[in-house]
């Protein structure tokens, strides 16, 4: 069965730093990968997705993320973090096949301070 | 293009008392899902359909929660009686399934359940 670590249960990050959240997974063939983010009160919102061809990933709002197969990441980045990215930001696998399911992280929190 | 619609957005219930959570999905999405997120985790999945039919409810306790998509369109999740650890938020997602099954989820706002 897949899985989905996020090592980082909290992050604190100045407003024009940049930013990289990590994702580990576990998956037996190359994985679908996804990164959501969700803001208070709402649902999840889709950032960016992987399923095959170039391994840098470029999504909505500045984000990007790498597909490393050799240290099964798929780390989330952003050059410069703006007050409005302060969420809940989650990575998640899906399988390929019938089931098609996705298991997410447990996610990580991000704080931007002014 | 409409989101996907959960309602209520939020209830409290005292425990062993019943509630029912529902979901409308995109047009024309044939998969829905109902997760369950516990606070300070992310989401986990309790039942997948395509169309009205079941395709996996492996982690869904059976014993207390229920759903069903009759018309293969909308869906409602029951729980019944409820117990203090069901307290969440329930979010329900769709998908079109395309060539490739690139299962691209589309979420709606949740339902949080509080129970007391």
């Known amino acids: 069965a897949q899985s989905v670590t996020q090592p980082d249960i909290h992050i604190t990050v100045s407003e024009g730093a940049s930013l990289e959240l990590r994702c580990n997974y576990s998956y037996g063939a190359t994985p679908y990968l996804f990164w959501y983010v969700q803001s208070p009160g709402q649902g999840l919102q889709l950032l960016l997705k992987y399923f095959s061809g170039d391994t840098l990933v470029q999504g909505i709002k500045g984000f990007e993320a790498e597909f490393k197969r050799s240290q099964s990441s798929f780390n989330l980045r952003k050059p410069s973090v703006h007050w409005s990215d302060a969420a809940e930001y989650f990575c998640?696998?899906?399988?390929?096949?019938?089931?098609?399911?996705?298991?997410f992280g447990s996610g990580t929190q991000l704080t931007v301070l002014p | 293009e409409a989101g996907v619609a959960q309602s209520p957005r939020y209830k409290i219930i005292e425990k062993r008392q019943s509630v029912a959570f529902w979901c409308n999905p995109i047009?024309?999405?044939?998969?829905l899902y109902w997760y369950q997120q516990i606070l300070g985790q992310g989401p986990k999945l309790l039942i997948q359909?395509?169309?009205?039919?079941?395709?996996?409810d492996s982690q869904l306790p059976k014993d207390r929660f229920s759903a069903e998509r009759l018309k293969g369109v909308d869906s409602t999740l029951k729980i019944q009686p409820a117990k203090l650890e069901d307290s969440a938020v329930y979010l329900c997602a769709s998908s079109l399934e395309g060539a490739g099954g690139q299962n691209e989820q589309f979420f709606g706002p949740g339902t949080r359940l509080t129970v007391l």
């Open positions: 998640a696998v899906g399988e390929r096949g019938s089931a098609r399911q996705l298991t």
């Open positions: 359909f395509q169309n009205n039919g079941v395709v996996d």
């Open positions: 047009s024309g999405h044939a998969t």
